[in-house]
């Protein structure tokens, strides 16, 4: 039996020509796509928004562990008395929810084709989340329920290649094909859009020193509505 397991085998010099040369294509029958986009607009401050958030850790108004893992803000990057400056009511919000609505127009629905509708946006809120060296421990997984869309716009990475990188639980069961977990390195200056449900953390950055980690965060909760 084992000399006829041998003769079936066929070595890469045996394969015929037209076996080599068939195409293999990939078709993701479910793709869950997260969305990124640049916004010029808030670059030019940056380092204000670092100086800001390091006067708060710095003078204790910014606790750690206060308000979630590490150094993170209530929501309140949209209120003018916490944060007088407009960076964040001015740029980075209606920045959110214009790739919301774009995202949106294109949302898989079972509505009628033809049928006039708009997404409401109900609620924006936004708040901080900052990493130090000394941060310490896992950060949590956990999801944005119950808004529809999340962001993330990062401010400040930590200059290792494999520190402070978003990462992604898989929705779907673990599999042959696809990871339990995929990771994404964020680039400054970009906004990260996915969908609320999608469990995901930051991975931790032990390295950083002195210099921080910052990230903007942004919930949508949208209704949907047919109009005539």
């Not at 993170?72 to 009511?89: G, H, I, K, S, V």
């Not at 708009?118 to 949590?140: H, K, S, Y």
């Not at 639980?169 to 599999?175: E, F, H, K, Q, V």
Request: aromatic letters at 10%; glycine letters at 6%.
């Amino acid at each position: 039996m084992s000399s006829n397991r041998a003769s079936a085998r066929q070595s890469g010099t045996d394969i015929p020509d037209h076996i080599k040369s068939l195409k293999l294509e990939q078709v993701n029958v479910f793709p869950l796509p997260v969305f990124q986009m640049a916004v010029p607009a808030l670059a030019p401050h940056h380092d204000a928004i670092v100086d800001a958030f390091r006067e708060k850790i710095d003078s204790g108004a910014l606790p750690r562990n206060a308000h979630g893992f590490g150094y993170q803000t209530p929501a309140n990057l949209l209120d003018e008395r916490a944060w007088p400056a407009p960076w964040f009511r001015e740029i980075l919000a209606p920045s959110f929810r214009a790739a919301c609505q774009r995202i949106l127009a294109n949302a898989c629905t079972d509505w009628e084709p033809g049928m006039k509708r708009r997404w409401v946006n109900t609620m924006t809120i936004a708040w901080g989340v900052v990493q130090t060296g000394d941060t310490g421990g896992d950060n949590p997984w956990h999801t944005h329920v119950p808004a529809l869309l999340s962001a993330c716009y990062y401010v400040r990475m930590s200059a290792r290649q494999d520190e402070g990188n978003f990462q992604f639980m898989n929705p779907l069961a673990a599999n042959l094909f696809q990871p339990r977990v995929g990771e994404l390195r964020p680039r400054e200056g970009r906004m990260l859009v996915f969908p609320s449900f999608l469990n995901h953390r930051p991975s931790l950055s032990p390295h950083l020193g002195d210099d921080l980690r910052i990230s903007l965060c942004l919930d949508g909760h949208f209704r949907a509505e047919l109009f005539e």
